[in-house]
């Protein structure tokens, strides 16, 4: 089933209901028992929505709910009682209609999937970089929601590569000569197994997260059909829980102030 994000919902909302984008408080608005059809396939589509997109403080997530089943019963008694009790605005909501507040408390949900590990890359300063990492980071996780195994283990490892290769070069030139004799220039050719075996000389992660990585690391470029065939390996759920695993003991080693 294709997933149904935020935005889409509010653009459908906007079509169905175009009083929803200007309707200033105050300015009364019901809906009667001719809207029941729209508001059943309003309600329909924001219950695909994942739950981890409806993203909001605590407040408005209350008054989402509040409003959402405002609705809800509406369409109820609707379909019980006919065209007796109109949709309007709930009491201690300045008159705005119930689909208006839910459609902008839609508005403010993302459409890509959030999580700790995304929140916590602040500690790097690459805007592009870190903004590159949480894509990757994202699209891992949205994969694995919707099971789809090889690219949540492929997008997974990818984000650990691009991790690493950020924290060597952070290092200063004359320690990576002096531990490991390499040179910047051949930083990018690096393999995610290269990248691995730098972090522990250097001590960049610990153990435990060396032997995670170490697991994903030789599903990392299944990515190629022909690599997949010749070894024999196929991602699966388990591929992408070790995977995601594996980066989030990543993130928590490099934010480190220790590291």
Same mark, same amino acid.
């Given at each position: 089933?294709?997933?149904?994000?935020?935005?889409?919902?509010?653009?459908?909302?906007?079509?169905?209901?175009?009083?929803?984008?200007?309707?200033k408080e105050g300015q009364s608005i019901?809906? $009667?028992?001719?809207?029941?059809?729209?508001?059943?396939?309003?309600?329909?589509?924001?219950?695909?929505?994942?739950?981890?997109?409806i993203h909001l403080k605590d407040s408005e997530y209350i008054d989402f709910k509040i409003n959402l089943e405002a609705i809800r019963s509406a369409v109820k008694s609707f379909e019980q009682r006919g065209n007796v009790n109109p949709l309007k605005s709930l009491k201690g909501y300045k008159h705005l209609n119930p689909v208006t507040i839910v459609r902008r408390s839609l508005e403010k949900c993302p459409d890509e999937f959030s999580s700790k590990v995304i929140d916590e890359l602040l500690f790097i300063s690459d805007i592009r970089l870190r903004d590159s990492?949480?894509? $990757?980071?994202?699209?891992?996780?949205q994969a694995f929601r919707n099971g789809i195994w090889k690219a949540s283990t492929v997008l997974a490892g990818s984000a650990i590569e691009a991790l690493l290769l950020w924290k060597l070069k952070q290092e200063k030139p004359e320690n990576l000569n002096k531990e490991l004799e390499i040179k910047a220039r051949v930083f990018d050719e690096m393999t995610l197994n290269s990248l691995i075996e730098i972090s522990k000389t250097m001590k960049f992660i610990e153990q435990e997260t060396i032997t995670l990585v170490s697991l994903t690391k030789d599903f990392r470029n299944l990515i190629h059909p022909g690599r997949a065939i010749r070894l024999n390996k196929i991602c699966n759920r388990g591929t992408a829980y070790a995977a995601l695993a594996a980066l989030?003991?990543?993130v928590n080693d490099l934010k480190s102030p220790t590291k």
């Open positions: 089933m294709p997933q149904v994000v935020p935005s889409q919902v509010v653009q459908i909302i906007n079509t169905l209901f175009p009083f929803t984008e200007t309707q019901c809906l $009667d028992y001719a809207n029941a059809e729209p508001l059943c396939g309003i309600l329909y589509l924001i219950d695909q929505i994942p739950s981890e997109l990492i949480r894509i $990757d980071i994202s699209a891992a996780e989030e003991h990543v």
